[in-house]
């Protein structure tokens, strides 16, 4: 049973910084790609970074990149997302989640990874 624990979420104003971990437990952390989804009130959840198993490869979505970093450190089974310059429209309840096969995250909604974790929210205030 893999278990996947957000933290690090709060209320924040805009322009702040927050970074977000997830402490993976149950499995070998470093057999699983690693994806972070958010969803906002009245919106369907969305892709926003992925890192593969060793690290080398790193996806974002164009709404997040240049100022989300996903990264992870297999030591630890967590895996991060530092999200700086952030906005209003980033307000959202946000998820990490875990598949053996990154295109289980990479290509959502049309297949799905096959763990996540139960979310923590980021409010930011403009």
């Given amino acids: 049973q893999?278990?996947?624990?957000e933290s690090g979420g709060g209320l924040v104003q805009a322009g702040d910084?927050?970074?977000l971990s997830c402490v993976v437990s149950g499995r070998t952390f470093s057999d699983y790609a690693m994806g972070?989804?958010?969803?906002a009130p009245g919106k369907g959840r969305e892709f926003v970074a992925a890192i593969s198993r060793t690290g080398d490869s790193r996806?974002?979505?164009?709404?997040?990149k240049g100022r989300f970093?996903?990264?992870r450190d297999n030591a630890k089974n967590t895996v991060y997302l530092q999200m700086n310059s952030l906005k209003s429209?980033?307000?959202?309840?946000?998820y990490c989640a875990g598949?053996?096969?990154?295109?289980?995250?990479?290509?959502?909604?049309?297949l799905q990874p096959s763990h996540w974790g139960q979310g923590t929210q980021v409010t930011v205030s403009s």
């Fill in 36 to 39: 972070w989804f958010r969803q």
């Fill in 69 to 71: 970093t996903v990264s």
């Fill in 2 to 5: 893999v278990q996947l624990e």
């Fill in 17 to 19: 910084s927050l970074r």
């Fill in 59 to 64: 996806y974002y979505a164009d709404s997040v």
């Fill in 99 to 110: 598949d053996r096969n990154l295109y289980n995250i990479l290509r959502t909604p049309t």
């Fill in 89 to 94: 429209e980033d307000t959202a309840g946000y």
